[in-house]
Nanobody, 118 residues
Framework: QVQLVESGGGSVQPGGSLRLSCVAS???????????MSWYRQAPGNERELVAY???????DYADSVQGRFTISRDNGKSTVYLQMNNLKPEDTAVYYC?????????WGEGTLVTVSS
């Protein structure tokens, strides 16, 4: 059974950086490589929103609010997707979730908390 395990969350001051990782544990490298991967986030009282997306070909897309500050990348050999977050703002505070889409089926991780506060 494939599990998505996020890590890298924590507390940081405004202007700081964090790198989130999401490992698709139990997935073959081949199945991971053909999956599209996304990062979502959900702040208290808000709906879950898409932050960044990367498809199997490496094409990326970002929410306007993070464009130019966040970078999504993937390492198919490690079945891992990353989210590099720079110049963090208090409004980036949320639980960040990894999502894998494989042949039309979505799989979610449990999330990792990012808190941006002075």
């Amino acid at each position: 059974q494939v599990q998505l395990v996020e890590s890298g969350g924590g507390s940081v001051q405004p202007g700081g950086s964090l790198r989130l990782s999401c490992v698709a544990s139990g997935a073959s490298r081949m199945s991971f490589s053909v999956s599209s991967m996304s990062w979502y986030r959900q702040a208290p009282g808000n709906e879950r929103e898409l932050v960044a997306y990367i498809n199997s070909g490496g094409t990326t897309d970002y929410a306007d609010s993070v464009q130019g500050r966040f970078t999504i990348s993937r390492d198919n050999g490690k079945s891992t997707v990353y989210l590099q977050m720079n110049n963090l703002k208090p409004e980036d505070t949320a639980v960040y979730y990894c999502k894998r889409r494989y042949y039309g089926v979505d799989y979610w991780g449990e999330g990792t908390l990012v808190t941006v506060s002075s």
